[in-house]
C-alpha cells in the first residue's frame, strides 16, 4: 500500500506527465519546422545530403512520437500512468533528437559555404534553447536533448583552433551553461507549483468534506430534534382539546410559542446552512403560480389566525431561475411580511411583467422602515423592532437569508418603505419559456366547506407521534388508524379496508421509506389515493421526489392549522362526494 508521501511523489510525476502532453505540439512539430527552414536557407550552400538526412531523422523522431502520443488524446493523459516505459520514450526520443541536431553541425560544418556560417552558428545557438519550456517540465529529457545537441558543436568549434572559433566555443559553453542553470530553476519553480497545486487540491477536498460532514450533522440535527418537537405539538394540541374550559391555560399557551419559536430557529439555520453550500443553483424554466399557491397555502392560516389579510395575486407569468431557491426567499419575505403587518394588516404577493424580466413583489401595509435602518435589517439577527429579542417575533435571520438568496439566483432583494406606510420588498427574475405546468390546489377555507369524514392510515414509528395523529384527526371528524410500519399498516387495511388518505413518515425501518409505504398501500388497495409525506429530514430531494410521487408533503412539525386546510380539501374532493 502506498505511503502518503509516495502517493504525492505519483502525483507531481503525473503532473510533470501533463504538462509534457500540453507541450507535444511544440515538442513534435517544431524541430520539423527547423529543419525545413534551415534546409531552404541552407540547400545548394551545404551538402544537401546531410540536410536531407537531418530532415528524416527528425521526421522519423516526430512520427514515433506522434503514434505515442495519438493515444493518450482519447484519455487527456489523465488515465496513462507516467512509468518506467514512458520515461525511457521520452528520454530516448529527446536524445536521438538533439543527436540529430548535434551531429548535423559536426557534418555539416567544416563543409559549409563561409557565407551561411553565421547562420548556422546562430541555428546552433538557438536550436538547443528554444524547447527550455516544453522539455525542462521533465528535467531528465531536457539534458537528453540539450547536451548531445549543444556539445558537438562546441567540440567541432574548439578543434578548429582559430581565435573566431574558439571565441565562439567560449560564447556557447557560456550560453550552455546559463541555459542548463534556467532550466534547472525552470523545472524547480514548475514542481513548486505543482506542489502547491496538490496541496491546494488537498486542502480543498479537507474543506469539502469537512463540509459535508456539518451538513449531514446539520441535516442529522435538524431531523432528530423535529421528531420530539412534532410529538409535543401533537400533544399540546390534545391538552388542549382535552381541556372543559375553552380558554386555553397560559402554560399550554406558552409551550405553543415555545414550539414555534424552535421551529422557527430550525427552518432558519437549516435555510442558512443550505445557502452556504457551493452548489450551483439548478436553473429551470417554471409557472410562478405554484409558487403563490404554497405560499397561499402555508401562510395563509398564519395570517388569519393573526387577523392580518394575504392576498396572492394569480399570475400566468414563467420565469427562469432555481425554483427551490425562489421559494425559499418568496416564504421569508412573505412570513417577515405578516409578522410585522399585526392585526388588521394586509400582504399583498404578485408579480409585474417587464420588459425582459418579472418582479415579484411582497407589498405589506405595516409600521415601516426608516431609511438608515433599510440596511440594518438585512444583516444577521438584526431585529428594528424587537430590543427585548422577543422570540415571538422571529430570530432575525429571515431578510439575512432572502438577501442570501437572492445573491444565488443572481438577483438583487431591493427594498422601499416609508415610515407609517407599509414596505414593498421586490427582487427580479428572468422570464422563462412558457411550458406546461402543474397549478395547486388553493386549499384556503376548505375547512368551510362540506367534508364526509374520511378513513385515515397513519405509518410512523414513533408512538407519541401516531397518538397525536390519530387524536388530532378524531377531533376534526375522521376516523384514524395507525401503524408503526408498512406490513402492521398493510394487516390493518385488511381490518379496516382501504384507507381514504394515508399519511406517512419518511424514515420508517432501516431499509424502507415512506415512498415505500406509498407504493405498497396503493398497491395492495389497488386505488391512487391521497397520500401526505411527514418528515424531519431536511434533504430537499425528498420534498422533489414527493412531488414525483404525486403526494402532499410536509416538513415536521407541521404547521396545524396548514395541514388542517389540506385535510379539510381531501375530504370533500369531487371523487368523494360521488
Known amino acids: 500500500m502506498k505511503t502518503a508521501e509516495h502517493q504525492k511523489v505519483d502525483e507531481l510525476e503525473q503532473a510533470q506527465f501533463r504538462a509534457l502532453l500540453g507541450h507535444f505540439p511544440a515538442i513534435t512539430f517544431a524541430p520539423l519546422g527547423g529543419v525545413i527552414f534551415s534546409a531552404w536557407v541552407l540547400w545548394d550552400r551545404a551538402d544537401n545530403t546531410i540536410l536531407v538526412t537531418l530532415g528524416l531523422s527528425v521526421l522519423a523522431v516526430s512520427l514515433i512520437r506522434l503514434l505515442a502520443f495519438a493515444q493518450t488524446r482519447k484519455t487527456k493523459g489523465r488515465d496513462i500512468y507516467f512509468g518506467k516505459s514512458w520515461r525511457r520514450f521520452i528520454i530516448s526520443t529527446a536524445f536521438v533528437s538533439g543527436l540529430s541536431w548535434g551531429a548535423f553541425a559536426v557534418l555539416l560544418y567544416p563543409n559549409i559555404d563561409p557565407s551561411s556560417e ?135 399557551n406558552s409551550a405553543n410559542m415555545a414550539v414555534a419559536t424552535i421551529k422557527d430557529y430550525l427552518d432558519r439555520l437549516y435555510q442558512y446552512s443550505q445557502l452556504e453550500q ?16 404554497r405560499l397561499n ?60 424580466t418579472v418582479t415579484f413583489h411582497v407589498m405589506d401595509n405595516g409600521p415601516g422602515i426608516a431609511p438608515e435602518n433599510q440596511t440594518k435589517i438585512f444583516e444577521e439577527f438584526a431585529q428594528l423592532d424587537n430590543p427585548a429579542r422577543d422570540r415571538n417575533k422571529g430570530i432575525g435571520l429571515g431578510l439575512a437569508i432572502s438577501k442570501r438568496a437572492a445573491r444565488r439566483i443572481g438577483s438583487h ?57 390519530v387524536d388530532l384527526l378524531e377531533h376534526w371528524g375522521h376516523k384514524p388508524f395507525a401503524a408503526k410500519n408498512i406490513d402492521e399498516a398493510l394487516d390493518l387495511i385488511a381490518i379496516h379496508g382501504a384507507p381514504d388518505l394515508l399519511i406517512s413518515d419518511y424514515r420508517l425501518e432501516p431499509y424502507r421509506d415512506g415512498f415505500d409505504a406509498i407504493t405498497e398501500v396503493r398497491k395492495h388497495v389497488q386505488k391512487d389515493i391521497p397520500c401526505i409525506l411527514i418528515t424531519g429530514d431536511t434533504d430537499p430531494a425528498i420534498e422533489a421526489r414527493a412531488e414525483k410521487s404525486d403526494c402532499y408533503f410536509f416538513l415536521k412539525p407541521v404547521e396545524i392549522e396548514t395541514f388542517k386546510a389540506l385535510v379539510a380539501k381531501l375530504a370533500q374532493l369531487p371523487d368523494r362526494l360521488q
Open 118 to 252: 553565421r547562420f548556422l552558428i546562430i541555428l546552433m545557438a538557438l536550436v538547443p534553447v528554444a524547447p527550455v519550456a516544453a522539455l525542462a517540465t521533465y528535467i531528465p529529457s531536457f539534458y537528453a536533448y540539450y547536451i548531445p545537441a549543444s556539445a558537438p558543436f562546441v567540440v567541432v568549434l574548439l578543434l578548429e583552433r582559430t581565435r573566431d572559433g574558439w571565441t565562439s566555443a567560449v560564447l556557447l559553453l557560456i550560453l550552455m551553461f546559463a541555459t542548463l542553470q534556467f532550466a534547472r530553476n525552470f523545472h524547480k519553480n514548475l514542481i513548486e507549483t505543482y506542489r502547491l497545486q496538490i496541496k491546494e487540491r488537498e486542502n480543498a477536498g479537507k474543506l469539502r468534506d469537512s463540509l459535508t460532514t456539518k451538513t449531514q450533522f446539520m441535516s442529522d440535527a435538524n431531523h432528530d430534534l423535529r421528531q420530539p418537537l412534532q410529538a409535543l405539538e401533537l400533544s399540546l394540541f390534545s391538552e388542549t382539546k382535552a381541556q372543559d374550559n375553552p380558554v386555553i391555560s397560559p402554560n399550554i
Open 297 to 356: 397555502i402555508l401562510f395563509g392560516p398564519v395570517a388569519n389566525k393573526q387577523g392580518t389579510k394575504l392576498i396572492c395575486i394569480a399570475s400566468t407569468l414563467w420565469v427562469e431561475s432555481d425554483e427551490d431557491i425562489v421559494e425559499i426567499l418568496a416564504r421569508n419575505l412573505v412570513e417577515n411580511a405578516i409578522r410585522h403587518s399585526g392585526t388588521n394588516g394586509t400582504v399583498l404577493v404578485g408579480c409585474r411583467r417587464r420588459q425582459k
Open 413 to 469: 432583494l431591493k427594498l422601499q418603505s416609508e415610515l407609517g406606510k407599509g414596505s414593498n420588498f421586490h427582487f427580479d427574475l428572468m422570464k422563462g419559456a412558457v411550458g406546461v405546468g402543474q397549478v395547486f390546489e388553493d386549499v384556503h377555507g376548505a375547512e368551510t366547506s362540506p367534508q364526509i369524514p374520511m378513513s385515515v392510515l397513519i405509518i410512523d414509528g414513533e408512538i407519541p407521534i401516531r397518538t397525536g395523529f
Open 278 to 293: 457551493d452548489i450551483d443553483p439548478a436553473v429551470h424554466s417554471f409557472p410562478i403560480q405554484p409558487v403563490l399557491d
